[in-house]
């Protein structure tokens, strides 16, 4: 700790630091957010991801670099000049027993490395398989680290760790990101546990699909150029992989052969198995980043055992800064025909387009939120 509390950065009380709207902001922006405006600092977070930050992260980033860790790039490019510090969290461990992946151990490093102009960086190691390196821990040490004093670090602290806990259980009921992350102006009623780039439990679909994959694919709508709102316009109700809680994750988690260290890939796979058994959804859509290493395991391992299991359609998306839009519905329009036809062999009334047009109109909570305009 006292490494950490002398090496304080100076930023004055009202400074305004930069959070970019990628990677494992989806898991955790809530709890940046209270914990920074506790402290009393000014957050901005950079705006939803458009083609110039892909374009710009593309450029920036090393080649190898998977397609939202180059869209973070863009992100972190797109704040500079615009605040007085950015926030780099390396997270190594959310949950004891599990880690991220190598690309977010190395990320602080790799984008000071990488880009040019940067302002102050504010880099925190969060280890849970590490004692004292935890969520609250680290947190403590953070808010040490810009000069707030133990009981403004304790409450700053709690404040973020209830924030966080809302938005898991807001996520598992099935609210929009944006909803579920109490962001202003968001609104209610949106599809269940989704971004507004990603999946929920809401509209009157004609299938029903599970869509699963990372989080910051399935929310961020410019990664997975909107993926669940064309789902939604082909008539389909999503249920995704962020709607189980810890609880169900480990349940189903206990089920595998084999313990998943990847924290996100056990959340998919635990996804897919529950989906698989209780028979909750018509088809499966798992959404890939190309170059994503961990997925290329766990998608392996997730569409073997459906097609071993069950027979239950499975596909899987893989997304990348080169992907066109037009052979991305193409695939859609596909998967969702066959799924409507799987469902009239059955016997299942499939109502036509032109009725789930209508009702779309009339109810727009179709699938997953998203997050909120950009501040920044």
């Known amino acids: 700790m006292g490494l950490l509390i002398k090496d304080r950065l100076g930023l004055r009380e009202g400074a305004v630091v ?60 797109a704040l500079r000049g615009k605040v007085d510090a950015i926030f780099l969290p390396r997270l190594v461990s959310l949950k004891r027993g599990t880690y991220t992946c190598p690309k977010m151990l190395g990320l602080p490093d790799m984008v000071r490395h990488n880009l040019g102009r940067m302002p102050r960086v504010i880099v925190a190691d969060f280890d849970e398989t590490k004692r004292g390196r935890g969520l609250t821990e680290t947190g ?113 988690s206990s089920r595998l052969p084999k313990e998943i260290f990847w924290s996100a890939g056990r959340r998919i796979l635990a996804a897919v198995t529950r989906f698989r058994r209780e028979e909750s959804v018509d088809g499966i859509i798992h959404l890939v980043s190309f170059g994503c290493g961990p997925d290329s395991i766990v998608g392996e391992i997730a569409e073997r055992e459906t097609r071993r299991t069950s027979s239950l359609p499975y596909l899987a998306l893989t997304v990348d800064e080169h992907t066109a839009e037009a052979g991305l519905v193409t695939r859609l329009e596909a998967f969702v025909d066959m799924l409507e036809r799987r469902q009239a062999a059955m016997g299942v009334r499939v109502a036509s387009p032109r009725a789930m047009a209508s009702e779309a109109a009339a109810d727009r909570s179709a699938p997953l939120g998203g997050v909120a305009e950009g501040r920044a």
């Open 140 to 252: 403590l040490l953070v808010a040490r680290r810009l000069g707030r004093s133990a009981a403004q670090a304790r409450v700053a602290v709690g404040q973020a760790l209830e924030a966080l806990r809302a938005f898991r259980a807001g996520l598992w009921e099935g609210q929009p990101f944006e909803q579920a992350a109490g962001e202003r102006g968001a609104r209610a009623g949106g599809p269940a546990g989704s971004p507004s780039s990603g999946p929920g439990t809401g509209g009157r679909g004609r299938v029903r699909v599970g869509l699963v994959g990372h989080a910051y694919n399935l929310f961020d709508s410019g990664v997975n150029l909107d993926l669940v709102r064309k789902l939604a316009g082909l008539g389909c109700r999503l249920i995704s992989s962020e709607q189980l809680s810890e609880v169900e994750v480990e349940a189903e």
């Open 18 to 77: 930069g959070l970019p709207r990628a990677l494992l902001f989806y898991e955790l922006y809530p709890f940046w957010r209270a914990l920074l405006e506790s402290l009393e600092f000014r957050l901005v977070v950079s705006g939803p991801t458009s083609r110039e930050v892909i374009e710009t992260g593309t450029r920036e980033a090393a080649d190898e670099a998977c397609f939202p860790v180059k869209a973070f790039y863009g992100h972190v490019a």
